[in-house]
């Protein structure tokens, strides 16, 4: 039976929805408990807000006369894609430029080093309000920026950094997980 209750949007948790870790880091296995210290928020995201491509890529193989007869999958790509705009915030830096790459405080004077290192493999949280509250928590065990949009500087636009995040299986073959719960009213 079809229940509009079931339908719903995705709004970004209060306090931060998307958070950083070093690869290693313990890993959430629900939607309600707390995150921890290693954990950083990289605050705001644009109003577009994130994307998941979860989609095989296939091969066709066709029989004399064009009939498809045996689709092989040959690739399943699991990406997500956001743009970050507080752009000085130093953990937003450390996650598109690399931890090693920036240094400083606002207050002492921040230095951002472009380069050609390979990006860091991190872990990533994502953290909505679904309709009626129901909290949800995407969990992305291993994944590294694979794509930094165009940076414009305009005075009509916040700058953003649109980041493409590549999902790596964890030991268990798994590129990323989800939770949801209706939180408590107790």
């Not at 305009?154 to 939180?183: F, K, Q, R, W």
């Amino acid at each position: 039976m079809s229940t509009v209750t079931n339908v719903s949007a995705g709004k970004p948790k209060i306090g931060g929805a998307i958070f950083r870790a070093p690869l290693g880091a313990t890993l959430p296995t629900n939607s309600t408990t707390a995150l921890g210290d290693t954990f950083k928020a990289l605050g705001y995201v644009s109003e577009d807000g994130l994307t998941n491509t979860n989609s095989p890529e296939v091969e066709n193989i066709k029989a004399w006369g064009g009939d498809i007869v045996l689709p092989i999958q040959t690739e399943k790509n699991d990406k997500f894609a956001f743009t970050l705009i507080e752009v000085l915030n130093t953990d937003v830096l450390e996650a598109v430029y690399g931890s090693g790459n920036v240094t400083g405080t606002l207050a002492s004077g921040i230095t951002v080093k472009a380069n050609s290192d390979e990006a860091e493999e991190a872990c990533w949280v994502f953290e909505m309000v679904m309709r009626n509250g129901v909290l949800k928590r995407v969990v992305v065990p291993d994944a590294k920026i694979t794509e930094i949009g165009e940076i414009t500087y305009s005075d009509s636009a916040a700058v953003g950094y649109a980041c493409t995040i590549t999902a790596l299986p964890d030991s268990t073959g798994n590129t990323h997980y989800e939770y949801m719960v209706t939180p408590s009213t107790t």
